[in-house]
């Protein structure tokens, strides 16, 4: 299959830097340097770089460009705090927002041509279903101490040697099932949109894929953020 | 967004991930069972715990649907 054409790999290769043709390379550069990573460096410095420019000083009756921000950070402040509580939205929301622009950025980016979305490598979807799966584990046993095992057991004493390890492969389960579905689902876009502009790009064949593109790359995020949510809540409610 | 939008969004999410995390419980159940047999109890137990586990596998992933077709908040 022929080779994407990645823009930053392009220009680290012109530099002289042992880009790997592979997903990750062997040796310390050259992993550092593989397309995934850098793209990631790239939504980073979107991140840190568009609200800057973006939003000079915050103003009390919002202009336009600080009312897409107010937006896309209430509506989702909204909804955390419907579904967790006022005080638990504040302390979730700073790791869940970041989640959630860092997602949607990524997965958007790999639309256009020369980009690539990071987050159709594995390797970053598990980083990140990682850090949701111990972080609510973490909020289960600061919220419930010891007593967060109750969450594991099952509704009656003499079922546990039965119900504790199927609780505990459900919940590994979640690692598995969260990080596979973002990756598989941008993954197969990128490929879908590679080979289909391979085929007919002339004839603007991908277009219709790029439509659904879009869709595929805001339902994953949603998804994402909705499960970690939930995840996250599901940790510091009481056992039922 | 409307509340309605809004509760609509969480049924998706969780309900569009219902297959997924089914067949990843089998994933690893079995995973963790092969781990057991082949890593730990060097050949000696196996197949059996591999069966075992991919039962407790299966379990939990009709556990989860079971849970899901329960829920009285959604």
């Known amino acids: ?240 | 967004m409307g509340g309605k939008h809004k509760e609509w969004m969480t049924l998706m999410s969780v309900f569009g991930t219902v297959g997924l995390h089914m067949c990843s419980s089998i994933f690893i159940g079995v995973g963790i069972g092969y781990y057991l047999d082949h890593k730990v109890f060097d050949d000696k137990t196996s197949p059996w715990l591999t069966l075992i586990f991919l039962a407790f596998g299966i379990v939990a992933g009709f556990k989860n649907l079971y849970q899901l077709s329960k829920r009285k908040d959604l």
Not at chain 1, 123 to 139: P, R
Request: glycine share 8%; hydrophobic share 55%.
């Open chain 1, 1 to 240: 299959m022929a080779h994407p054409i990645l823009f930053i790999s392009v220009i680290l290769q012109a530099l002289g830097l042992p880009v790997p043709h592979t997903l990750v390379g062997e040796t310390l550069l050259a992993k550092l340097v593989s397309p995934h990573l850098t793209y990631t460096w790239l939504v980073m410095a979107i991140l840190i770089i568009m609200p800057k420019l973006t939003l000079g000083k915050l103003e009390l009756v919002p202009n336009g460009r600080q009312n897409f921000w107010e937006v896309c950070v209430g509506g989702l402040e909204t909804y955390m705090t419907d579904q967790m509580g006022p005080q638990r939205a504040a302390m979730m929301f700073p790791m869940i927002a970041t989640f959630a622009f860092y997602i949607l950025v990524a997965n958007l980016m790999g639309l256009m041509p020369g980009f690539m979305s990071p987050t159709s490598n594995l390797n970053i979807t598990l980083g990140m279903t990682l850090i949701v799966w111990v972080t609510h584990h973490i909020l289960g046993l600061k919220y419930h101490g010891i007593k967060y095992i109750n969450h594991f057991t099952g509704p009656m004493p003499a079922l546990i040697p039965l119900m504790l390890p199927i609780e505990i492969i459900s919940n590994l389960a979640r690692v598995l099932s969260l990080s596979i579905r973002l990756f598989g689902n941008i993954m197969a876009k990128e490929t879908l949109l590679a080979i289909l502009f391979m085929l007919y790009g002339a004839f603007f064949g991908p277009l219709p894929i790029l439509c659904l593109g879009v869709l595929v790359s805001v339902v994953q995020t949603m998804v994402f953020v909705l499960l970690s949510i939930l995840y996250c809540q599901g940790a510091m409610e009481h056992a039922h």
